[in-house]
């Protein structure tokens, strides 16, 4: 077995890992309108299969970060590619309702399972201004393979290919960072003590962590929110609902590709407030407009929800960096928690309006346009909390310096 760490094939393999976890993202939410129409399933139904994406992925993030300094990176990247395939083929034969709400259950926890390996893999392996750059090009991939993934969803649907052929594409990139990651060595950790889980808790027990902990549950509803839910909402709109999501991620893939500089111009907290009123600004227009003007708020929507996952996790490595491992795991956990359990309420607001604008007496596509815009309006209420959050850690923190332990650590060891 190789015993010398292969940084760039780690970093690479990581990023399919990651590209597996956005088809799975993009993919779903394209045959999201097949499989309501296949299995008589209710827009609430469909947001409780959602949310079954969104339970594993924190319940594996969570007892990956746990674990993560015991049994290693390896282990946890080889849960995800089992979780992974059994998702898949569960997902292509699942037969009905509770059947996919188990394959998304799976598939949740290989996601989960990539986060809680790679994220603190690629802490390891780079520091300070490198590792910013790396954990935004590393999250370049989740919106970056929802492009693809959206893509080759629509361009099958189009040419009359099965929800099921679609589900089989997101095992390329599945083989793919399992044969990378296989026989390979992984780094030792960087900071002295981030092994300990009794610092690492009292770490996540500052006001800081719980902060931080709290505006991720909405930072991450902001942008998963909007996107699970733009095929059915915006179906009606004027607009293709696949090239919504397509632009946003692109857009957000751009983004992240070259954060790096913008992030350290006007560091992490100037970058999460001007991400929600961004935010705040997109979604709104998505409630309002149709047509064309749908694809503008598509542009607003992606530069202000661009940055959040990534600058979330790095704002714990860097300024609190002895919550290791499990602290970023928890912080991606309860993002994740808190957009399952926002599925189903936003699938129940979807059904709710359908029956008011019905009660008003609107049909056909108005109703559904009408029920979907609703929905969306209600959505700002998240990122317009963390305008009013993100404003008061800006002037906090405008005076303290990111923590430099984990430059002074590794400017200690012997490079691998």
């Known amino acids: 077995m190789n015993t010398t760490v292969n940084s760039s094939r780690l970093f690479l393999a990581s990023c399919f890992a990651l590209i597996t976890t956005a088809f799975s993202f993009s993919i779903r939410a ?52 089992v979780s992974h395939t059994l998702g898949i083929l569960l997902t292509i034969y699942s037969g009905g309702y509770t059947g996919l709400l188990i394959s998304t259950l799976f598939i949740g926890i290989g996601n989960g399972c990539t986060e809680a390996a790679c994220n603190p893999l690629i802490a390891d392996m780079y520091s300070g201004a490198e590792m910013n750059k790396k954990l935004n090009r590393f999250h370049m991939w989740f919106p970056g393979g929802i492009v693809v993934g959206s893509l080759l969803s629509k361009f099958m649907t189009d040419s009359g290919l099965s929800w099921q052929t679609q589900i089989w594409v997101i095992l390329i990139p599945t083989i793919t960072y399992a044969f990378m990651f296989f026989g390979q060595a992984f780094p030792k950790p960087r900071v002295e003590g981030v092994t300990s889980i009794s610092k690492n808790f009292a770490a996540m027990l500052t006001p800081l962590y719980l902060f931080i902990f709290c505006c991720m549950a909405l930072t991450a509803i902001s942008e998963f929110g909007p996107q699970q839910w733009v095929g059915l909402i915006m179906s009606k709109s004027g607009a293709s609902p696949m ?35 961004f935010a705040t600004i997109g979604i709104y227009l998505f409630s309002t407009q149709t047509g064309a003007m749908a694809y503008v708020a598509a542009v607003f929507f992606a530069i202000g929800v661009c940055y959040f996952w990534p600058t979330m996790i790095g704002f714990v490595a860097e300024r609190i960096p002895l919550s290791g491992a499990l602290g970023m795991s928890i ?61 008061g850690l800006y002037f906090y923190m405008r005076n303290k310096k990111p923590s430099h332990e984990l430059d002074s650590v590794a400017a200690q060891q012997p490079q691998l």
């Open 30 to 81: 394209g045959i999201l309108p097949q499989l309501g129409t296949e299995f008589g399933l209710s827009a609430e139904q469909l947001g409780f299969i959602n949310s079954m994406w969104f339970l594993g992925f924190p319940i594996a993030m969570i007892v990956g970060g746990l674990v993560y300094h015991t049994v290693g990176p390896k282990i946890i990247m080889t849960v995800a590619f």
């Open 243 to 277: 090239l919504i999501l397509a632009l946003v991620t692109g857009l957000m893939a751009f983004g992240r590709y070259f954060g790096g500089p913008i992030i350290h111009r006007l560091d992490q907290t100037g970058v999460l407030l001007g991400g929600a009123i």
């Open 331 to 391: 912080v991606g956990g309860v993002g994740m928690f808190s957009t399952s359990i926002f599925q189903p309420i936003i699938g129940r607001w979807l059904d709710g309006e359908r029956a008011i604008q019905a009660a008003a007496g609107k049909t056909g596509d108005a109703l559904e346009l009408a029920a979907g815009q609703a929905t969306l309006a209600k959505m700002t209420t998240f990122p317009i909390i963390l305008i009013v959050a993100f404003t």
